[in-house]
C-alpha cells in the first residue's frame, strides 16, 4: 500500500530563516512555496533524492503548526507516506483499529489528497497519508 516516503514535515517558527538552512547551508534546492489556508501553513518544498522535505510555517496563532510549536518547539512535525489510493487506505487503517484524525481526505500543499492518522494509534508520531497524481 505505501509505496515511499513522500515527504517529511518540519515545524519552523520563521520560514524565510529556515529557509536559509536548508537551501544556503545544506544546499538543497527550494522547489516553491505554498500558502494551504485549510491547514493555516505557508510551506516550502525542498526537494532531495526522491522525497521531500516540507518545511511549515504557521499562518496563523489557532493553526496546528502554532500550536505543535508551542507544545513542542520546533522540528519535525510529521512523515508523509505516499499511497495510490487515499480512500482505501484509510479503510484499510479503520480497519485495522487505527484512529484516524481525518476520516476523508482533504487537500493539502502541491494539490495532494492528504490525510493523518492519530499520534495515539501510532505511538506518538503524526503519520500523514499523501495520494498525488
Ligand atoms: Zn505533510
Known amino acids: ?5 513522500d515527504h517529511i514535515g518540519i515545524a519552523v ?9 536548508y ?7 527550494l522547489h516553491g512555496t505554498e500558502v494551504v489556508p ?10 532531495v533524492g526522491d522525497t521531500e522535505v516540507e518545511l511549515l510555517e504557521s499562518t496563523s496563532a489557532e493553526g496546528p503548526i502554532a500550536k505543535f ?18 480512500e482505501a487506505a484509510l479503510e484499510e487503517m479503520k ?3 487505527m484512529r484516524l484524525i ?6 493539502g500543499a502541491g494539490g495532494a489528497k492528504i490525510a493523518f492518522l492519530h499520534p495515539k494509534s501510532t505511538g ?10
Open 95 to 97: 480497519a485495522k483499529g
Open 23 to 29: 537551501r544556503d547551508v545544506l544546499g538543497l534546492e
Open 1 to 5: 500500500m505505501i509505496g515511499k516516503i
Open 38 to 47: 485549510e491547514q493555516k501553513v505557508r510551506v516550502a518544498f525542498l526537494p
Open 102 to 107: 481525518d476520516d476523508k481526505p482533504r487537500y
Open 13 to 21: 517558527s520563521n520560514l524565510d530563516e529556515a529557509v536559509k538552512l
Open 69 to 86: 510549536i508551542e507544545a513542542k518547539g520546533q522540528g519535525i512535525q510529521h512523515i508523509a507516506f505516499r499511497v495510490d489510493d487515499i
Open 124 to 133: 506518538g508520531v503524526l503519520i500523514e497519508l499523501c495520494e498525488r497524481k
